[in-house]
C-alpha cells in the first residue's frame, strides 16, 4: 500500500513538472503583424513592426511580409523615406518571389523618386519649418525636434502633431520647457511642454536658418 502511495505521489509530482515547463503556445504570425499594425500612432506601429523583425524565428515568408508592411508605412505615413526604401530592398532581395514583390517594387520606385527629390533640398537654404519638413521626411527624428527647441520658434499645427505622435512633445508636466516659442499664442500649443531637456549636443551641431515660416 505504501508503494502505491509512493507511486502515485511520483506521478503528481511529474505531472506537476511538465505542467510548469510546458511552454506556451507560440502566437500566429498573423496575429503578431495585426498587433503591431494597431499600437496606434505611425510612429509607434513603426516602433511595433521593427519589434517584430528582431525576431530571429521569424520564416522567410514572414520577414518578408513583415518588412514589406514596414517599408509600406514609412514611405507614407510613417515619414521615413530612406527607410522604406531600405526595408522594400531588403524585403525583395530576401524574397523575390514573394506575393507582394510586384507592389514593393512599384512603392520602391515611388520611395526612390522622393529621395530624388528630397535629399538635394538639404543643400538649400531653408528656414527652419522647411528645414524640419525635409528632414522628418527623410526620417531624421531627433536633430528636427531639439532644432525647434533650441529655436524657441513655435512648429505649426502638423508639425507639432507629429511631434506629439514620436514622443517629444508632452502635456504641461514635460520637464523640457514650453513648446509656445516666440510670437502670438498658438492654441495648438497650449499647454503643451517639450518632454525632455535639451541635450547638451545640439548646441554645437551645424543649424539650419532659425527662422519662422
Same mark, same amino acid.
Given at each position: 500500500m505504501r508503494a502505491n502511495h509512493f507511486l502515485l505521489a511520483a506521478m503528481m509530482l511529474a505531472a506537476a513538472a511538465a505542467c510548469a515547463t510546458a511552454p506556451e503556445p507560440a502566437i500566429p504570425f498573423a496575429e503578431r503583424l495585426a498587433a503591431a499594425k494597431a499600437t496606434g500612432n505611425p510612429y509607434q506601429e513603426d516602433a511595433a513592426l521593427t519589434q517584430l523583425l528582431a525576431d530571429p524565428k521569424l520564416k522567410t515568408e514572414e520577414r518578408a511580409e513583415a518588412l514589406y508592411q514596414r517599408a509600406s508605412l514609412r514611405r507614407l505615413a510613417g515619414d521615413d523615406r530612406r527607410g522604406a526604401v531600405a526595408d522594400f530592398e531588403a524585403m525583395l532581395a530576401l524574397a523575390p518571389d514573394h506575393p507582394r514583390a510586384g507592389? %514593393?517594387?512599384?512603392?520602391?520606385? =515611388?520611395? @526612390?523618386? /522622393?529621395?530624388? $527629390?528630397?535629399?538635394? @533640398?538639404? &543643400?538649400?537654404? =531653408?528656414?527652419?519649418? !522647411? #528645414?524640419?519638413?525635409?528632414? #522628418? &521626411?527623410?526620417? +531624421? @527624428?531627433? $536633430?528636427?525636434?531639439?532644432?525647434? !527647441?533650441? &529655436?524657441?520658434?513655435?512648429?505649426? +499645427? $502638423? !508639425?507639432?502633431q507629429k511631434l506629439k505622435d514620436a514622443g517629444f512633445i508632452c502635456g504641461p508636466d514635460g520637464a523640457g520647457g514650453p513648446v509656445q516659442g516666440a510670437g502670438d499664442?498658438? /492654441?495648438?500649443?497650449?499647454?503643451?511642454? #517639450?518632454?525632455?531637456?535639451?541635450?547638451? !549636443?545640439? +548646441? %554645437?551641431? %551645424? +543649424?539650419? &536658418?532659425?527662422?519662422?515660416?
Open positions: 507592389q %514593393a517594387e512599384i512603392e520602391l520606385d =515611388l520611395a @526612390r523618386s /522622393d529621395l530624388e $527629390a528630397l535629399e538635394p @533640398r538639404l &543643400a538649400y537654404m =531653408l528656414t527652419l519649418p !522647411q #528645414w524640419f519638413d525635409v528632414s #522628418w &521626411a527623410l526620417g +531624421e @527624428r531627433e $536633430a528636427p525636434a531639439r532644432r525647434y !527647441q533650441k &529655436a524657441g520658434i513655435s512648429p505649426n +499645427e $502638423a !508639425q507639432t499664442p498658438r /492654441d495648438w500649443l497650449s499647454d503643451l511642454a #517639450w518632454c525632455n531637456p535639451l541635450p547638451d !549636443q545640439v +548646441e %554645437a551641431e %551645424a +543649424e539650419p &536658418a532659425d527662422l519662422g515660416s
